[in-house]
């Protein structure tokens, strides 16, 4: 286990590395590896445990009955998933948890943390508390996102964020075209044309998952 990477993440902050070991253990910490594609959990299931992405990551997805998918979030090494029902064991999961690659995740048992036992206990769900109201925080945008009509006005929401949070015109998504399409709300074929008149109109420019916004041609 990297402990000098968990005490520099979010949920440890606060926390020296050498405390972990002994944290960890007495939160029933154990670790899973998935292949990408591969569910870590399922719409329906319950679960007591926090997840962890220590390597890889996750996609946070909805799957309608005739199969279409809504991607609400990525989880990045260092974020963590299926909090909010960890604090409430018998809880159905209402989406599903899937690897979007080789992933590494670390479980941590959220009844042993609420027992508020353990002398770090009250450090980490302070910053829970903060990872929480920073994934309410990403729920909103998505929804500033996809309240647009249009897939330019889609694009140009969720690029134009993008640039703002990682302070550069030039920056790189989470997602592939068909992720990207998922999460807002739109067909990919029509993503892709909207992308490709975007371009020819100097607003941009792309490569996979990496954009480049010119800032002087934005409406």
Known sequence: MDYQFLAGILLFQGLSPD???????????????????????????????????????????????????????????????????????????MVDVAAVQDTEVLFLDMGLLLSGEGPHHGILLRNLLTITARKNLALSRRIFYTSSKT????????????????????????????QLADYLGVDRSALSNELGKMRREGLLSARKSHFRLNVNQMP
């Open 19 to 93: 405390v972990l070991p002994d944290l960890l253990a007495g939160l029933g910490a154990g670790t899973r590896f998935y292949p990408r594609g591969e569910a870590v959990l399922r719409t329906g299931d319950r679960t007591g445990r926090l997840g962890l992405v220590l390597s890889g990551g996750v996609n946070i997805e909805n799957h309608d009955a005739w199969g279409n998918r809504t991607i609400l979030d990525h989880v990045a090494p260092g974020q963590v998933f299926a909090e909010t029902y960890a604090c409430v064991p018998g809880e159905p999961l």
């Open 151 to 178: 897939i330019r006005g889609r694009l140009l929401s969720y690029l134009s964020d993008q640039a703002v949070l990682q302070n550069s015109p030039s920056f790189s998504i989470p997602f592939d075209r068909q």
